[in-house]
């Protein structure tokens, strides 16, 4: 299958083109989304895509929602998106598109930690806490923690960083009873998931969601859940405590980044992006692909 970049139908409005995802207008109720091969770290889009990453990302988030169905309703209507787009364009959904459910996005990240790592453990080292949260002293880098956390982001505009914020903050967005439900099957959500993935020997270190209401204000899960790129996963057999261990997600690509140098100096995590090494693109993809085997297979 070659790699899809960016999407080209022709045959609805386009709504939105995100970091991966390309969003179009169906009816006044409906979506068709499609999750493109870009990649995105550090909030910036590589230039490079990765070949089937996005067929990889939206069979695990539909394998996640279906067996998380029961925590929370999500954006899924169920309709086949070939039937949505004309026949050229079948190509461009195949494996990677769903139809979901118009809702009032909520424009928070709902982020939970069950290990110190990336922001985390910057913040973690520096303060003594993560998004306000005050942790036992002496933790190290990819610790698994007492207790999942809930540490929030504000969403920002494509090219932007999200930033870190406080619950309290979440609660002054959104108010108070939303944010505590929030929090609640986020952790929930987590929990049940990181569950599973260990009886496959992934460890979920941490992972973000986002919900939306509908329009008779019910709360609903949305966008992805679950996927590579929302996620850290860690295979069980070599995770250690201290450093980065080795992850089936974007990580790789991250821990490049942070190497890569742009005129002789190290790449400012700012657009546009160091062209990625075939090497790099390679193996990341195959990243993709291992997880949603180990996750979803025998």
């Known amino acids: 299958m070659p790699a899809l970049y960016a999407t080209t139908i022709k045959s609805l409005p386009l709504l939105s083109k995100g970091k991966v995802r390309d969003v179009y207008a169906l009816d006044d109720d409906k979506l068709l989304m499609i999750t493109t091969d870009r990649l995105s770290a550090f909030d910036v889009v590589m230039g490079e895509p990765i070949p089937e990453k996005g067929v990889v ?59 110190l790592a990336g922001s985390g453990w910057k913040d973690y080292k520096e303060t003594g806490k993560v998004c306000g949260i005050a942790l036992p002293e002496g933790l190290e880098n990819a610790q698994k923690l007492p207790e999942p956390i809930f540490t929030p982001a504000a969403k920002a505009e494509v090219g932007e960083h999200d930033e870190n914020i406080s619950f309290e903050k979440v609660i002054e967005l959104i108010g108070e009873t939303l944010a505590k439900q929030i929090r609640e099957v986020s952790i929930r959500l987590y929990k049940e998931a990181s569950e599973y993935a260990a009886t496959r020997g992934i460890i979920i270190a941490d992972t973000k969601f986002e919900f939306g209401l509908d329009d008779a204000g019910q709360l609903v899960l949305m966008d992805e859940i679950l996927t590579a790129d929302s996620s850290r996963f860690w295979p069980a057999e070599t995770y250690y405590v201290g450093a980065n261990p080795p992850s089936y997600d974007k990580q790789f690509v991250r821990d490049w980044l942070e190497t890569a140098m742009v005129n002789g100096k190290l790449w400012p995590k700012t657009a546009p992006a160091p062209q990625l090494p075939a090497e790099v693109i390679e193996k990341t993809a195959q990243k993709y692909r291992e997880a949603l085997t180990r996750l979803t297979q025998g």
């Open 57 to 115: 990302l939206n069979q695990m988030a539909n394998f996640w929602f279906n067996k998380l169905g029961a925590v929370i309703p999500n954006h899924l209507t169920g309709i086949d998106p070939a039937t949505v787009v004309t026949a050229d364009e079948v190509a461009q959904v195949t494996g990677r598109a769903v139809v979901a459910k118009r809702l009032k996005p909520i424009l928070v990240e709902a982020v939970v930690r069950g290990y």
